[in-house]
């Protein structure tokens, strides 16, 4: 009987013990809008066995342009309730687990302590340092991504062995807003390759983008990937 995994396991290197990784694996996705929602859909997709989903507030007409999880049907709702059906319906024996909130100072370490590994795809610098500050504390591997009008930006942060989010932006860079530029496009690209970068660390990859910042302009599709160093006295993780 053919089975949702057949194809992926055909993967070299990844095979039955990969998918049995995936599947022993919680990831944190914080939030689920344009770059999230993207990679939450393809973790539950690939097998990811428990996923925790954050992100608050109700689901606006103006989100669908981007946000595939969501529907006409559930604008005004919770974001989570909506993202928790979808991701059900594609993968059922996939554990999802809502939390209404978006991350704080107050929160975040409660929220890494539930994950194997973090996804920080938010809108606003503030809650993606403090994810990376959380991460670096509890030692658990964050990939964060980013997209801003027709760039994205993808890294994945090791913590103690690469650069953390903070040796690269030790404040948050002006002109990063919660309202932005945005093609749904875009902010799926981000957030599909952000989902490749943490099934390839959860099924025990050792390459990928740990040390590395992936920055791509999708105006004329050119890539390139920048070396990351750890910066000393990083109040994080220096």
Known sequence: MEGLHDWQRDMPGFGEAGQARLRAATVLVSRIGGVGGTAAMY??????????????G????????????????????????????????LAPDA??????????????????????????????????LALNRACVRKGIPLVDAAMYGWTVQ?????????ACLACLYPEPPPGWNRRFPVFGAVAGTAGALAAAEAIKRLSGAEDGLAGRLLLGDLRDMGFRSVRTSRRAGCPVCG
């Open 43 to 56: 973790l539950a997709a690939a097998g990811v066995g428990r996923l925790v989903l954050a992100h608050a």
């Open 58 to 89: 109700n689901l606006r007409l103006s989100d669908l342009n981007r946000q595939m999880l969501m529907s006409h049907g559930a604008v005004g709702t919770p974001r989570v309730d909506a993202a928790r059906r979808r991701l059900k319906e």
């Open 95 to 128: 554990e999802v687990e809502t939390v209404a909130e978006n991350p704080t100072a107050d929160n975040v370490e409660r929220l890494v302590a539930r994950a194997d590994l973090a996804v920080a795809a938010g809108p606003l610098f503030e809650e993606r």
């Open 154 to 162: 993808v890294t994945a942060v090791l913590p103690r062995r690469t």
